[in-house]
């Protein structure tokens, strides 16, 4: 634990101008991001007696080793500089709001010819314009199925389209008349278009004058007496007003608002936003945060307007945003999201009316989120805490594990050894670090020298990454030219913009999937490379035992222990992610083919040969001329069709596993290097792929 006397800045050193100050920890990792409208009045809040600082906020300074600061001009270059700071170092002790789902929105894909109505989660892209989000897929699938009746926008893949075009027969929808069927040129390219824009008009709320020109038509052709398309003009209307239906109005005079209400106690808080376009709730969304520091409601609601509009340009910030609390200044937020929307927006707080009992709501929705929220988690935070601390008393750890990395050694007898690396944070998977390794120092089934080499392969660029930002020492355990090659499979030290990658931040303890021998090979990894500030242990399947380096007797935790719970999902994560990874590896080997080295044979060509000769085994028995029969095969590349065959190892016989029956090839089987598939399923047992 630091001592924040040791890196606070002196006197006079910190100006006192808007800006905005990183905590770093002592691997250089951001931990904490901040603003302030002076500089120096709000970093000197950190640096006080620690027993007057909020429990987290004290945390953080203790975790720090050290502050650095930019100076901005205005405040509002501060709010953007935080919200890019924040989303690019992802700190851990910043407010971060979080949910268990990705959204769904009503997506029209205007970027294409033929637009596009659909279902799209996540990142959103240009062109595409989006109604939501909604709270669950088929609600928007309602919608969409009474409203292609009045607007038949195509809405099929771009797979099934071009099969349409191809073919001349619509989809199922182009035939009961909820698609227009472009693919078939029903409708022109620009009439398919025009049908899209009045759909998106509608779902952006223009809708009584759409129906009001529905029912003048309806009227008309009942007086010229054509009362079936009159009758079909009745459904159109009732079709919308039932759509209309499942979104009532709740503020008058076609009002385009956001709603953001805050349900928080001291330690999180839960935020809901209600989406309401012209005048009608489109939708809803939510999030949870740990309120890592003292912060007031006003603070967490400027954070939920950077999480919600720091993407969003146009349109997709409203005109007004109702709030329970005011950021504190409100100035420069309001003039960030004007510049977001390139028009004013006003931001308030609800005072009567309408809109006041409206954002009742909302604040009843978020209480209740918060509920549920600590119905589910209270339990799961208290045990993951309880399962750090236990580890950490059990193997003598100075602290918790907060980042604990897990190693195992997948093959299949021998072939396609391959390691994986997962990490746990906090004692929650983090996916994003997961790495794999290919062992290629040496040939065959040998788990402690593999385990050896991903120890050493993996913290050697803990130690490059070190070297480059001058914290290891001059001279020592410095690589040597080509020791820190990357292999297939990994990634390398630093992103696309130059950052380092957090394959480079170092665990607290290592956990491998195995017994002594596995132990001791990871210890000697790390002693041969000087890092003596890890922890190490190994987690043996039978007895479900923990073995320490130098011990020879392992420490056996009670099996109701939520610690050994904790390492069993750590070592069996470890033990899913190597064996995806190799079965992926080997099912790619299976499929390899000596074709599939021979220059300018396609998989057209190749498909071809397999077709005109039933097997592998015929087609290499075949002469030359009798490979210039297959169409496209010239008598060059049947030459090198001929010599590649005549190089690549003799097919084997497929054997049946189960019985020991030798099998006939079956056609177009082969495996690597061109032989048959061995028939049966192999023996892919734990204990023979670990």
Known sequence: MADPSSYRPKPGQIPDSPGVYRFRDEHRRVIYVGKAKSLRQRLANYFQDLANLHPRTRTMVTTAASVEWTVVSTEVEALQLEYSWIKEFDPRFNVKYRDDKSYPYLAVTMNEEFPRVQVMRGQKRKGVRYFGPYGHAWAIRDTVDLLLRVFPVRTCSAGVFKNAARTGRPCLLGYIGKCSAPCVERVSAEEHREL???????????????????????????????????????????ALKKAMEKNAVVLADATDADLI?????????????????????????????????????GALVEHALQQLYGEEKGDSVPKEVLVPALPDPVEPVQEWLAERRGSGVSLRIPQRGDKKALMETVE?????????????????????????????EAL???????????????????????????????????????????????????????????ITRRFKRYIAEKEKTGEWADGENTLTEGENTLTEGENTLTEEDGRPKKFAYPPQLVVVDGGQPQVAAAKKALDELGIDDVAVCGLAKRLEEVWLPDDDDPVVLPRTSEGLYLLQ?????????????????????????PLDDVPGLG??????????????KKLRSATIDQICEVPGIGRKTAETIAVALA?????????????????EEEPGTMGSSGQPVTMGAPDERRGQET
């Open 196 to 238: 899209a824009e009045e759909f998106c008009d509608f779902m952006a709320g223009r809708t009584g004058t759409y129906i009001r020109r529905l029912e003048q038509q309806m009227t008309q052709a009942a007086e010229e007496m054509e009362y079936e398309r009159a009758a079909r003009l009745r459904d159109d209307i009732e």
């Open 261 to 297: 209400a805050v349900a928080e106690d001291e330690l999180e808080a839960a935020v809901q936003i209600f989406h309401v376009r012209g005048g009608r709730v489109r939708g809803q969304r939510g999030w949870v945060t740990d309120k890592v520091e003292e912060i007031t409601t």
């Open 364 to 392: 009843r929705n978020a209480q209740q989120a918060l509920v549920l929220h600590k119905t589910k988690r209270a339990s799961d935070l208290t045990t993951r805490s309880r399962a750090l601390e236990e580890i950490a």
């Open 396 to 454: 003598d750890l100075d602290s918790a594990p907060l980042r604990i990395e897990c190693y195992d050694i997948s093959h299949l007898q021998g072939d396609d050894v391959v390691a994986s690396m997962v990490v746990f944070e906090d004692g929650l998977q983090r996916k994003s670090e997961y790495r794999r390794f290919q062992i290629k120092g040496f040939e065959g089934q040998d788990d402690v020298r593999s385990m050896h080499e991903v």
């Open 569 to 593: 999902r750590v070592r069996d994560e470890a033990h899913r992610f190597a064996i995806t990874y190799q079965r992926t590896k080997r099912a790619k080997r299976f499929r390899s083919s």
């Open 603 to 616: 998989d057209t060509r190749r498909q071809a040969l397999l077709k005109h000769f039933g097997s592998l």
């Open 647 to 663: 190089q690549a190892a003799p097919a084997a016989p497929a054997v049946n596993t189960a019985t020991g029956e030798i099998m």
